[in-house]
Structures are given as C-alpha cells and as structure tokens.
C-alpha cells in the first residue's frame, strides 16, 4: 500500500474518530443546540464527502478487481494451451530423433524453446495478475472498512440529531396540549394507587364471588327444600286423586 | 417498516399477556408515536425512526427531579444497573434521563412489539428502584 494512500485511511479514521468527540465536546459545552452544532458542522459534511469517496473508490475497485479475475482466467487458459502445444512438440522431437531425422527434430526442438519461453512469459505474467488481484482484494476489504466505519460515524451524527429532534417535538407536544410531564415520582404513586385499587378491586370481586355463591347455594338449597315439598305436595294430590277414584268404583 | 405501518399493526395487535396499544402520531418535524399499552399501568413509549434504526423511549426524570446530594450516587448506580436491564439501555437528552430501545429498522414486527412491551416494565422496574435518589 502506498504512503498516500495510508495517510488517506488514517485521516478518514481520524475523522470517523471526532465525531463522538465533536458530539462530547458540544456536550460539554452545554449547546442546547447538539444536533445542529454537530451536524451543521464542517465535519459531518466532511464525512458525507469521505463516504462518498470511499463509496467511489470501492466501484473502481470492484471494476478494476473484475478486470484482473477476467485477465487471471485467460492467461490460466493460454498457459494450459501452450502446455500442451508444448507436449505435443516434445513428443514430436522424440519421434522425430528416434527415426534419425536430426533436421526435423532440431526444427521441433526450436519450437519448443519458443513454446518454452512463451510458457515462462505466462507463468511469470500469471504470477503478476494472482498477486494483483490479491492486492485489489485486500484494498477492497479495506475500502469497505472505511465505508462502513464512515456511515457508522454518520448514523451516530443523524441520530443525535434525530433523538433531539424527536424530543423537542414531543415536548412540544406535551406542553402544547397543557399536559406537563408528570414528575417520575408522581407517576409511580399514581401507578402504585391504581395497582392497590385493582389488588382491592379484585378483592372486593373475590368478596362478591362468595357472596354470590352463598346466595347460589342458598337459593339452591331454597330451591330443593321447595322441590321437596312441592313433591310432598304432589303425592298428597296424587293420593287424594286415588281415593277418590277407587271410592267412586266402588261407588 | 415505516411508522405509519407499525402503528396501525400494533393497535390491532394483541400480545400473548393479552396487551393491547394506543398509537398516537405527534406531528413535528421529525415523526413520532406516542405507544400506550392498555392493560399496564405505565409511562407513554414514543417511537422514533432513524435511516437505520427505530428507537423506542421511554421518559424518566429530568434533571430537576434529582435529590441533588444523591445525584453521583444515581448515576453510577444506572452505569452499574444497565448491562442487568434487558433489551433497554439509560441515556440522557437534554435535562431528561430516558430508557430506551433501539432495532434495526429491518426489524420484524413481533421484535417491535415485544420492544414496546419489555421497554415498559423496565422503565416501571427502573423508576421504582431509583425512586430514593429522586424528589
């Protein structure tokens, strides 16, 4: 990596860095104002700059990576190519020695060193592109760390601004509609006495229930002793209803 | 999921625990919901939305709330408290201390929903335990 280009990732994080320390600073500071003081800031629009850079770089990155893999995998093809040419001519010399015929076997053996350098040619100019697309790979991998790490730094800016923003609006809600904010205090007694009325709430529910249930089972316990007598009541009638009959048979 | 979506999905939601919400849009220059949970007694929730992220707050005291003698002591006790709290975390906006929440804005709808629920009970738990060192 080159000097430049070193000092350039330090100074994005650097500049990632002062944001919080920009945010601190205004706090201490007591700005009522945070978010605009922060966000209004040369910084924030240096970082949008420095986001976008980045986000360009990492394209030509991306394009130039792409470029490289396509040139790796010709050269990986020419080189299995001239392999074999490479194969081929070397089994011709043999044959061609192995018949005697010296001339022809010198002209293949000239091929073959021809084939030969081209071979080292490639392999050298292969070795070039894998450690060049290694480079771009890694430059890559650090383009998008700074990328990330800008818009890290750029979601802390907007969402200081954001909650601040957010909080006045609420508060003005809050006072616009003549409804102050409660002490905290306040509320939790508030809350205490209406979970007290519901615990007593549900016992007076409970006492309700018993209650209800007594008058049930009284009512069922009426209900029975009724049933008992008006069934008394019915054989009575049922009885007097025979005599009845049987006397006036006999009659 | 915009705003405007999760409210209407939440006020027709109903948890497990049988909670239903109130949704309430504060206008202003940023957008807002204010979140109610009917069936708990507890403070309003008001939902804000980043690029990304949604933050849910909950507000607790404001500064002049503090016994001023037991102020340090507060706030070591919330620096020493947050990590226990689940889901919520103690900041500080302007003179008021908040509880709050924050999701990614991919976030589903159930997660939302049990932020606006957890967030709640914590804030009660967090105002009673606190309740010492404030006026």
């Not at chain 1, 050269?75 to 392999?83: M, T, V």
């Not at chain 1, 070795?127 to 818009?151: C, H, I, M, T």
């Not at chain 1, 923003?165 to 809600?173: D, F, L, R």
Request: charged letters at 30%; one cysteine or more.
């Amino acid at each position: 990596m080159s000097e430049d280009k070193k000092d350039d990732q330090t100074a994005e994080k650097n500049l990632g860095m002062n944001v919080l320390k920009k945010i601190i600073n205004t706090i201490r500071t007591e700005s009522r104002a945070l978010a605009d003081a922060v966000t209004d800031s040369a910084g924030s629009r240096n970082i949008e700059y420095a986001c976008e850079e980045a986000q360009s770089k990492l394209a030509d990155a991306k394009k130039a990576l792409t470029e490289m893999m396509t040139k790796e995998k010709q050269s990986a093809n020419q080189l299995d190519i001239i392999s074999d040419k490479l194969s081929q001519k070397e089994a011709l010399v043999l044959e061609a020695m192995s018949k005697g015929d010296e001339p022809s076997a010198m002209a293949h053996a000239i091929e073959v060193v021809d084939l030969e350098l081209d071979r080292d040619f490639l392999i050298e100019s292969l070795d070039n592109v894998k450690n060049n697309v290694a480079y771009l790979q890694n430059q890559l991998e650090q383009s998008e760390r700074v990328l990330k790490d800008l818009e890290r730094q750029l979601t802390m800016l907007r969402t200081t601004e954001k909650v601040q923003q957010a909080t006045e609006t609420i508060m003005g809600h809050i006072d616009g509609a003549d409804n102050k904010m409660v002490s905290a205090k306040t509320s939790l007694e508030r809350i205490r006495e209406k979970q007290k009325n519901t615990a007593s709430g549900q016992g007076d529910q409970e006492q309700l229930a018993n209650h209800y249930k007594q008058v049930r089972a009284a009512s069922t316990a009426v209900k029975s002793v009724a049933s008992e007598a008006s069934k008394q009541h019915a054989k009575a009638v049922m009885d007097r209803l025979l005599d009845k009959n049987n006397s006036n048979d006999d009659g | 999921m915009n705003l405007a979506d999760f409210a209407i999905r939440l006020s027709q939601h109903r948890t497990s625990e049988g909670y239903t919400f109130e949704c309430q849009n504060i206008d202003g220059e940023v957008d807002v919901l204010q979140v109610e949970m009917a069936g708990f007694d507890g403070f309003p929730v008001y939902v804000t939305r980043t690029e990304t992220q949604v933050i849910c707050i909950i507000y607790l005291w404001s500064e002049a709330e503090i016994i001023k003698d037991s102020r340090v002591e507060m706030l070591e006790m919330m620096l020493d408290t947050s990590i226990s709290i689940p889901l919520s975390s103690y900041a500080r906006v302007g003179d008021r201390y908040v509880l709050f929440g924050a999701l990614s804005v991919n976030s589903d709808f159930d997660k939302l929903a049990e932020e606006v629920v957890i967030l709640n009970e914590n804030a009660l738990d967090v105002v009673a335990a606190m309740e010492d060192f404030l006026l």
